[in-house]
């Protein structure tokens, strides 16, 4: 599987989504994250279906949309409509995974299952067989520009060891803390889709640290 940098537009200048976004695209982004967060589930706020639009106008490159909201389930059709390629809910406040997964992936969207830091990998034995990725949270969610939390390492290998031998189609997606100190690592554990915030949008130069960041992990 090719192994894909998810650029996170929390990060990015909302008073230039635009430019953001097409320079990341120009730099070789492969797909950009959308981080939608509900003010519940999470003690943040951000942005919901209508900017998602919005993107999707923008940019070429495909969504990638991790929802933190409550009743996921009633805004899934929405984040289809506005362009999403992936959604991706959480374990934690979502009850009936199976059925939510298998809705999502009726759009023709990737379906994914998001776990918390303190969230075991062991949960998701039984949904890994119906999801198209799996969202290993790196930070608690809520905030961009968080410490990478040690613990995730093993996590990840963890969840390779349960995809081999369960679903080795599912991808492994990371979020959080990501970076040039432990991108390399992560991708030699088997992490596919790695999300990067702070560390793209608020480099300097943003065209070569999307260049150090890809080029470490292919
Ligand atoms: C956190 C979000 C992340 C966030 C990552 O709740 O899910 O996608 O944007 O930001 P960084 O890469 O800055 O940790
Ligand atoms: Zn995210």
New binding site residues.
Partial sequence: MKKLLCP?I??ADFTKLKEDIKEVEAAGADII?C?I?DGHF?P?ITFGPDVVAKVNEITDLPLDV?L?IDNSDKYIKNFADAGADYISVHFENNNHLHRLVNYIKSFGVKAGVVINPATPVSVLSEIITETDFILV?S????????K?IKSSFGKVKELKKMISEKNPSCAIEI?????ENNIKELADSGVDMF??????F?AKDRKAKIKELKDLIN
């Fill in positions: 996170s929390l990060s994250h981080d967060m999470v943040n991790h933190m949270m930070v608690n969610p809520g905030f961009g520009g968080q990478f979020d959080g803390g990501i970076g999300v990067a915030g702070a560390t793209v608020k």
